[in-house]
């Protein structure tokens, strides 16, 4: 008999070990799989930690709005989905993600969209996060057009 309670101690063992490991596994999934919610308050904060650690936001999902912002030399299916930056009284600077977008010649410069996507780790100049755009809408402009550096975000 102790020879059989030994046995059945052992697989209870086994079988608690397999569903702890398969528990920790999920929750792992469900918190790496978060999608990530960009707004006016979080954005040049994200914004940086996305290009500080490139690698440890490869394959997250992620929603952001701003502008349809084209530069001279991207190529027919870049966009940067634009925040205007503040940085003094009288002075703003261009912020934002590089896309990548298809159709992206249906939308003009400078209208407001929102974008859902998957971080992908590219090059523009050097190595960068970019959105790899799953869907994209128009929206109305926001009544607060501005973002701040992430030194004064909240």
């Known amino acids: 008999m102790k020879i ?6 052992l697989q209870k063992i086994i079988i608690t070990t397999l569903l702890i490991i398969l528990v920790t ?4 999934l469900f918190l790496n799989n978060q999608t990530v919610h960009m707004n006016n308050e979080n ?3 994200i914004l940086r930690d996305f290009h500080n650690n490139i690698s440890k936001y490869v394959g997250k999902k992620i929603i952001t709005s701003g502008y349809v912002f084209r530069g001279k030399d991207f190529n027919e299916t870049q966009f940067v989905v634009a925040r205007d930056m503040l940085v003094s009284d009288n002075e703003a600077n261009i912020v934002g993600f590089l896309c990548e977008y298809p159709q992206i010649a249906d939308f003009e410069n400078n209208v407001w969209v ?3 996507g998957t971080i992908i780790l590219g090059n523009y100049y050097g190595p960068m996060p970019i959105i790899k755009v799953n869907s994209i809408k128009r929206i109305t402009t926001p009544n607060d057009v501005f973002v701040y550096p992430p030194e004064y975000a909240n």
Do not use: G
């Open 114 to 116: 929102e974008v859902e």
């Open 43 to 45: 954005y040049t904060t």
């Open 4 to 9: 059989w309670n030994i046995k059945i101690n």
């Open 25 to 28: 596994f999920f929750i792992y």
